[in-house]
C-alpha cells in the first residue's frame, strides 16, 4: 500500500467515527454538577435563660396575708411659732433618767401622749436616741420651757387626771408563797429593761416596791407607756418575784387535735415621730414602746409606706426603734406623705411571717427631699 493509499483509509475512518456522534471526555476531566435551589430556613433566635426572664428580687419580709394600708391624711401645715425663751440646758449626773430630770425643772405631768415633754426632750436632743437611753454623764442636754397653761375649769379634767392616776395604780395580787428575789441596779439600768430581762411585769415590781415613783408609768400598757421613767440610782436594791416554773404536760396526742392559738400582744404604742411631723431629707430613728419580752421566733415588723410614689419597705427588728436605710430619703425635688406603723409578728419554718399582735396605730410624716 502506497502513502496515497493509507492516507485515503484514514480519512475514510475519520469520516465513519463523525458520523457515529461520540463524544469522549478526557480521562482527567471534572465533572460539572448542578444545584438545585432549595427553601431557606429561618430560625428563630437563640434566648438565653437569663434574658428570656426577669427575675424579680423577693421582698425583705414575706406577710401570710396582705395588710390593707389606711390612706393617710394629707400633710397639715407647721403651725408659726412665736419666739419663746431659750431651752434649760441640763449636764447629765449618773443614774438619772428623764423622768428624774424633767421634774427638777418643775414638770409634773407625765402622762402618755406624743405631745409629752419626754417625746419633747428625744425630739430635740440628737444625742438621745429614745426616752430608756441617755448619754453618758456629763453629756449636755435640752429642756423646753414650760408654756404657761391655764388651770383646770371643768370636772372632765379632773376627772382625766383621776384616770391617769388610776391607770398608774398598780392592780395585780402576788401569791402569798412568792419568792422574793433581790436586783441590785446598774449604770444605765432602767425600770422597763430590769422588768424585760427578769421577765416580770411593771405592776409586780410596783407591788414589791412602793417606795419606787411609778406615777409617770400606765400599767394599760405592757412597756408603761412611753412617759413611764422610774428614777433609779446605780446600788439600788429592787425587790422582784422569782421566776414561776411552768409544769410540762406530755399527754398522748391522737392526732385530731385542735392547734392552740398563738398568745397575742398588744399593738406596739408608737413615739417617734410624733403624728403629722416633717422631717428633714436625711435619715432618723423611729421609736415605739416594747410590748413585753418576746420568743426567739417573735418580732417587731416595722412598714413604712411612700404614699407618694407606693413603695413600701418591711423590715424586722427585736429592739423598739429602726434606723431608717438611706436609701428611702426622697430625691424628686418634692416632699412625699409617709405611713409608717410597726406590729408583732411570729416567723414560721416557711419563712412566712404572721401578725400576732393587736392592729398597730397608723402614723404620717413628711419626709423632705435631697
Not at 430630770?101 to 417625746?119: M, P, W
Not at 438621745?128 to 448619754?135: G, V
Not at 419606787?212 to 394599760?220: A, P, Q, V
Request: with cysteine; charged share 10%.
Amino acid at each position: 500500500m502506497n502513502k496515497r493509499e493509507l492516507a485515503a483509509g484514514l480519512f475514510g475512518l475519520l469520516v465513519c467515527l463523525s458520523a457515529c456522534d461520540f463524544n469522549i471526555a478526557p480521562k482527567d476531566a471534572t465533572p460539572t454538577v448542578q444545584i438545585l435551589p432549595t427553601a431557606s430556613l429561618t430560625l428563630a433566635p437563640t434566648v438565653s435563660p437569663t434574658a428570656a426572664a426577669t427575675l424579680t428580687p423577693a421582698p425583705q419580709v414575706v406577710l401570710e396575708s396582705p395588710t390593707p394600708t389606711a390612706t393617710p391624711a394629707p400633710p397639715t401645715l407647721t403651725p408659726t411659732v412665736t419666739e419663746t425663751p431659750g431651752p434649760y440646758e441640763h449636764t447629765l449626773k449618773e443614774g438619772e433618767t428623764l423622768g428624774y430630770i424633767v421634774q427638777l425643772y418643775g414638770y409634773t405631768d407625765l402622762s402618755v401622749g406624743a405631745g409629752g415633754i419626754i417625746d419633747q426632750i428625744v425630739a430635740l436632743n440628737d444625742n438621745i436616741p429614745n426616752a430608756d437611753i441617755l448619754p453618758p454623764p456629763g453629756a449636755v442636754i435640752i429642756i423646753p420651757r414650760q408654756t404657761p397653761m391655764p388651770p383646770p375649769q371643768n370636772e372632765a379634767t379632773a376627772a382625766a387626771d383621776q384616770a391617769t392616776m388610776a391607770a398608774s395604780t398598780p392592780n395585780v395580787v402576788l401569791p402569798a408563797n412568792t419568792t422574793i428575789n433581790q436586783y441590785v441596779v446598774q449604770p444605765n439600768d432602767t425600770i422597763i429593761g430590769i422588768a424585760q430581762e427578769n421577765n416580770v411585769t411593771l405592776e409586780q415590781i410596783a407591788v414589791l416596791n412602793p417606795d419606787l415613783d411609778f406615777f409617770s408609768c400606765n400599767f394599760e400598757f405592757p412597756g408603761g407607756g412611753p412617759g413611764c421613767n422610774v428614777p433609779l440610782v446605780v446600788g439600788q436594791s429592787i425587790n422582784l418575784p422569782a421566776p414561776t416554773p411552768t409544769p410540762t404536760l406530755s399527754p398522748t396526742p391522737s392526732g385530731n387535735e385542735t392547734p392552740t392559738a398563738t398568745p397575742t400582744y398588744a399593738p406596739p404604742l408608737l413615739v417617734f415621730p410624733p403624728q403629722s411631723a416633717s422631717a428633714p431629707a436625711g435619715v432618723f430613728t423611729l421609736q415605739w414602746v416594747s410590748v413585753g419580752v418576746l420568743l426567739s421566733t417573735e418580732f417587731y415588723l416595722v412598714e413604712v409606706t411612700d404614699t407618694t410614689n407606693s413603695q413600701v419597705f418591711r423590715a424586722i427588728t427585736q429592739n423598739t426603734s429602726f434606723s431608717l436605710p438611706d436609701n428611702l430619703i426622697p430625691t424628686d425635688g418634692t416632699a412625699h406623705a409617709m405611713n409608717w406603723t410597726v406590729r408583732v409578728v411570729t416567723k414560721n419554718e416557711q419563712g412566712i411571717y404572721r401578725q400576732v399582735g393587736g392592729n398597730p396605730e397608723i402614723r404620717t410624716f413628711t419626709w423632705a427631699s435631697r
